[in-house]
């Protein structure tokens, strides 16, 4: 699942805090990356080989560690586009949204009054979200309808066992 709850409580503090993160699905694993990286640069390196020991080599290779470069850019780019942080303990709510090119949207509320639905008439299917009476935000419009299900299913029992 592209979500992960931590528990950002202190050891043998006693008390309830949880950090969940959550985050656009990714197809590439980071060890998938470090092998696209390396055959990309092995497969752009074998061709060179015919040239070594001349100056064409030397005409050849800012091109091939730019496309190297270029790719590389490009994934760790797209891995670091959007994500969400939701902080939670027993008197704040804290969700930080971060998405590439705007500032974090930050919302701050008391858990004991958020209450949570998924909305079938939503941008998405099964749309996530999360009001306190006041204000209405979405969470998770990235995951796909059964994470958003799995996640709602968690957050629910997280604030229920805040509550007491």
Not at 33 to 48: K, M, R, S
Not at 116 to 128: C, F, H, I, K, T
Not at 134 to 151: D, I, N, S, T, Y
Request: proline share 6%; charged share 25%.
């Amino acid at each position: 699942m592209p979500y992960a709850w931590h528990d950002a409580a202190p050891e043998n503090s006693g008390a309830a805090c949880f950090r969940l993160e959550v985050w656009p699905h990714r197809s590439l694993s980071r060890k998938g990356f470090v092998w696209v990286i390396g055959l990309t640069a092995t497969g752009l390196a074998l061709p060179l080989l015919a040239v070594v020991g001349s100056k064409v080599l030397w005409g050849l290779l800012p091109f091939a560690a730019l496309a190297v470069w270029g790719l590389w850019q490009g994934i760790v780019r797209s891995y670091g586009t959007a994500r969400e942080v939701m902080l939670l303990d027993r008197d704040r709510l804290i969700l930080t949204r971060s998405d590439p090119g705007r500032p974090d949207r930050i919302w701050q509320t008391n858990p004991y009054w958020v209450r949570l639905a998924l909305r079938q008439n939503g941008p998405v299917e099964d749309y996530l979200v999360l009001t306190d009476g006041k204000r209405e935000v979405e969470l998770g419009a990235f995951l796909a309808p059964e994470e958003r299900m799995a996640l709602r299913n968690d957050l629910a029992r997280r604030l229920e066992a805040l509550r007491g």
